[in-house]
């Protein structure tokens, strides 16, 4: 009977798109086979989960990311307040990996015309 061939963690994290911390965790909970030898995980990778879909992969799923300067243009308004609005729960973010805000477009359009909304409406009283 053949052996499959093993690989260690860190190339079964790379093939899988998990950190190495995720894959022992799962190998840990039984979750995947894997083989532990003196200290150190060993994988089939005929056993791995799937690697998740690459952003580039996602085209037309993802949604379109705006950065606070992009967002302060269309309210002519300062970054900075673009920041406070994402404090203050006005506007939702995600965060990138560097740590800085991004905003969907969908939501700052929305931000959008409900202040045109409120505009006009004021306008009337």
Same mark, same amino acid.
Request: proline fraction near 8%.
């Given at each position: 009977?053949?052996?499959?061939?093993?690989? @260690? %963690?860190?190339? !079964?994290?790379?093939?899988?798109?998990?950190?190495?911390?995720?894959?022992?965790?799962? !190998?840990?909970? *039984?979750?995947?086979?894997?083989?532990?030898?003196?200290?150190? /995980? /060993?994988?089939?990778? !005929?056993?791995?989960? =799937?690697? @998740? %879909?690459? @952003?580039?992969? %996602?085209?037309?799923?993802?949604?379109?990311?705006?950065?606070?300067?992009?967002?302060?243009?269309?309210?002519?308004?300062?970054?900075?307040?673009?920041?406070?609005?994402?404090?203050?729960?006005? %506007?939702? /973010?995600?965060?990138?990996?560097? *740590?800085?805000?991004? /905003?969907? !477009?969908?939501?700052?359009?929305?931000?959008?015309?409900?202040?045109?909304?409120?505009?006009?409406? =004021?306008?009337?009283?």
């Amino acid at each position: 009977m053949p052996v499959p061939d093993m690989v @260690p %963690l860190g190339e !079964a994290a790379r093939l899988t798109g998990r950190t190495p911390q995720a894959i022992k965790e799962m !190998a840990e909970a *039984g979750e995947v086979f894997a083989v532990h030898v003196s200290g150190h /995980y /060993y994988f089939d990778p !005929a056993q791995l989960p =799937e690697r @998740p %879909l690459l @952003p580039e992969e %996602l085209q037309g799923q993802l949604p379109e990311l705006m950065t606070a300067q992009e967002v302060a243009h269309l309210f002519r308004v300062h970054p900075k307040t673009v920041s406070s609005w994402a404090r203050q729960g006005k %506007l939702t /973010y995600i965060r990138t990996l560097g *740590g800085h805000r991004r /905003y969907t !477009a969908d939501d700052v359009h929305h931000l959008l015309n409900q202040q045109e909304h409120d505009t006009k409406e =004021e306008g009337r009283s």
